[in-house]
């Protein structure tokens, strides 16, 4: 047996490019952390031989779990730590990665051995705390069972800096639980091809280009980095703001106890701070995904008392919860994040089913994905236009309202769609249509579904209503789910196809968003179906849709921190003199700041220097009817000079 104690050697060696896994085995496997794949460097490493155990804990609150060594069990050498005096399931050995040795934005594969005193079970799970204090847990080895030791091998972990208390642990049952051979590697951040075009970029002109992203993805340098080069249009919170997210049951049912009025759901932000904090930094606008849905949203919401065992309410109380849900929805909003451009809100999400019909009464989940708790108390889709009603009312007015809906391209569903879109559209309740455009490429470009026709005539279909269109969650898998070079051909054939259509429908599409930006992490991840892969390279879609496209001009970096210039006081349009162009320059800019402003999209727009310069009256005020006023009477010599004193 070895019994070297090996704790914080950093040394470097080649750790491995497999998911998390976990291989139970009568003899422990080989740590695979030490085959081939990725490069990285070992920042901690323990079999425990010197007794210390000072980088493990419970899990705080009332664990009543106690860490020691042990040499009643090993694997290399004579001890392990062991996990004893536990009483909950929840209960058990803890390590915490933001201990000061590992960093923020840095991806780590940790591995390990375990073993039960008896029987080897439970699961591997991980924890972190929000920047409003909540907790949140997720699994990331399920269903352990072996009658001996079980190598965890490579779990991936990474956090960023708006998580403290990120823990992985160990829970499950209330055996005494054995760990040995703990090891952290530090993986290399890999660099994202810098000399792409920008997608966003190219597109600039013709829609805004976005994607959808959760708050993990954050801790990844080379995602964000991908994001920040190709998708800074527009981000979709991809599960924070959606109602089980923002719902807090919680604070719910204490408000019904203290007042006794169950009319009023308490709202939070928590989970999709890091997101939209990350927006306000960037100034990246969002996309509101979802407010009214028959999934990811939890039944109580639905129930009498908001109480887990409650009846289901009646439609009465149900229009009254709605209204107050999506006002303090807004209202929370922009309390909280006045400055982001919330651009448009997916109000309804997927109530129409393939036939045209609305969904079933019931509660979905487990098999029943076709059920609404909506139609369960309404009876029917009579939500919908109370939901949009609410959204209008409460929703500032730069913030656009879509029906969203996936198969969109399906005759039953886009026929019921276009109903309802009509009649929305005829009330001024809606200004767009949502296509989810989650596509399928099938073996040949022939059998891909929808084909590239269906998409268009969907296109020409929802163009015709006269409403916007975003593309809001565009993904396509790979033919037989196999990522292989030719596979890699059609789906790339497939998505110039559809990407051709959506351009030839340029004029009525203001956004782009994919659902995600490389396979690994999408959501259909083993269909590949984004534009990166999982080593943050172009795929051969990204190329597709790409071609012919020219990169745009390229436009220096503004300088974050410009010295103050001096003022040409009064040549607003920088043409060199003052004139009454540039008196109506400035109440262009004033009217109309989206053609004119210093971003505008006109032809005659004003510079930064041309603001600097059209500050004539009451000079550090910025721009206001003044200055343009300021400017004539200079030119009919009313007054002698500028700025005005
Ligand atoms: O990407 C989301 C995934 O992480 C969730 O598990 C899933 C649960 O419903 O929702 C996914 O997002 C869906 C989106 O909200 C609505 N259209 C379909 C998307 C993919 O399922």
């Known amino acids: 047996m070895k019994g070297k104690n090996t704790k914080k050697l950093i040394a470097a060696l ?34 425990f031989e010197d007794g210390d155990v000072s980088m493990f804990s419970n899990r705080g609150s009332d664990d009543t779990t106690v860490i020691s060594v042990s040499d009643e069990a090993s ?50 799970s991980m924890q972190y705390t929000d920047l409003d204090g909540k907790e949140h847990y997720s699994n990331l080895v399920q269903n352990i069972s072996s009658s001996d030791w079980v190598s965890i091998d490579d779990l991936r972990v990474s956090f960023h800096d708006m998580q403290s208390k990120v823990k992985i642990y160990v829970e499950g049952g209330q055996d005494d639980i054995f760990i040995d051979d703990f090891k952290v590697v530090e993986l290399k951040t890999p660099e994202i091809e810098k000399d792409l075009v920008s997608i966003s970029d190219a597109f600039a002109k013709d829609f805004k280009v976005g994607t959808a992203i959760t708050v993990g993805d954050l801790s990844s340098k080379p995602f964000m980095a991908l994001l920040e080069k190709h998708f800074n249009k527009s981000i979709t919170v ?40 990350y927006c306000q930094k960037n100034k990246i606008p969002v996309r509101i995904h979802t407010l009214v849905w028959h999934s990811q949203t939890p039944s109580w919401f639905f129930k009498e008392g908001f109480a887990d065992d409650g009846e289901w309410v009646d439609k009465e109380k149900m229009l009254l919860r709605m209204e107050n849900y999506i006002k303090a929805y807004f209202e929370k909003l922009i309390e909280l994040y006045p400055d982001v451009d919330f651009y448009a809100c997916d109000v309804v999400n997927e109530a129409w089913m393939e036939d045209g019909k609305p969904r079933q009464p019931g509660e979905p989940g487990n098999g ?14 009579s939500f919908i236009e109370p939901a949009f009603t609410f959204a209008r009312k409460y929703a500032p007015k730069s913030c656009k309202l879509y029906y969203n809906d996936y198969n969109e391209y399906m ?46 005539k969907a296109l020409d279909k929802y163009a015709e209503l006269g409403l916007d269109i975003q593309i809001t969650e565009l993904d396509v898998t790979t033919p037989e789910n196999a990522p292989t070079d030719a ?27 994919w659902w995600g930006i490389t396979d690994n992490k999408s959501w259909r991840a083993n269909k590949y179906p984004l534009l990166f892969d999982a080593e943050y390279k172009a795929k051969d879609a990204y190329y597709s849709i790409m071609e012919g496209v020219e990169a745009p001009p390229v436009v220096d970096e503004p300088d974050p921190d410009p010295e103050p210039a001096d003022a ?38 004003i510079s930064e220097q041309g603001m600097i310069n059209a500050d004539v009256a009451n000079v550090g005020d910025g721009l206001t009817n003044a200055d343009a006023l300021a400017v004539q009477e200079y030119l009919l010599k009313l007054i002698d000079k500028l700025p005005k004193e």
């Open 568 to 605: 040409d006081y009064g040549d607003a349009n920088g043409d060199e003199k003052i004139a009454l162009s540039d008196s109506v320059l400035i109440m262009q800019v004033l009217g109309n700041p989206d053609v004119y402003g210093v971003d505008g999209t006109g032809d005659i727009h």
């Open 487 to 513: 596979n890699f051909d059609v789906q790339a054939d497939y998505y110039k196809g559809i990407f051709d259509a959506i351009y030839a429908h340029k004029d009525s599409i203001s956004a782009v968003i």
């Open 14 to 47: 080649m750790g491995v490019a497999m998911g998390a896994s976990y291989v139970p085995a009568m003899a422990p496997a080989t740590v695979s952390a030490e085959s081939a794949g990725v490069e990285g460097t070992v920042v901690y490493s323990t079999d």
């Open 411 to 456: 005759d039953g569903k886009m026929n019921a769609i276009i109903e309802m879109a009509t009649d929305l559209k005829s009330k001024g309740l809606i200004d767009g249509i949502g296509m989810q455009s989650h596509l399928d490429a099938r073996q040949s470009l022939d059998a891909a579904f929808p084909s590239v026709s269906m998409y268009n």
């Open 368 to 381: 029943n994905y076709e059920k609404s708790l909506w139609v369960e108390i309404f009876g029917d889709n």
């Open 238 to 277: 991809g599960n924070e703001m959606k109602p089980d997210s923002v719902l807090d049951k919680e604070a719910s049912q204490a408000y019904v106890e203290e007042t006794g009025d169950d009319t009023i759901p308490q709202i939070s932000f928590s989970t999709a701070k890091p997101i939209l904090n």
């Open 75 to 124: 694997v290399s050498g004579d001890k392990a730590l062991l996990a004893s005096g536990r009483t909950k399931d929840w209960n058990g050995p803890s390590f915490q990665l933001d201990n000061g040795v590992l960093k923020p934005y840095t991806e780590y594969s940790i591995s390990f051995k375990m073993k039960g005193r008896y029987y080897t079970g439970g699961m591997v």
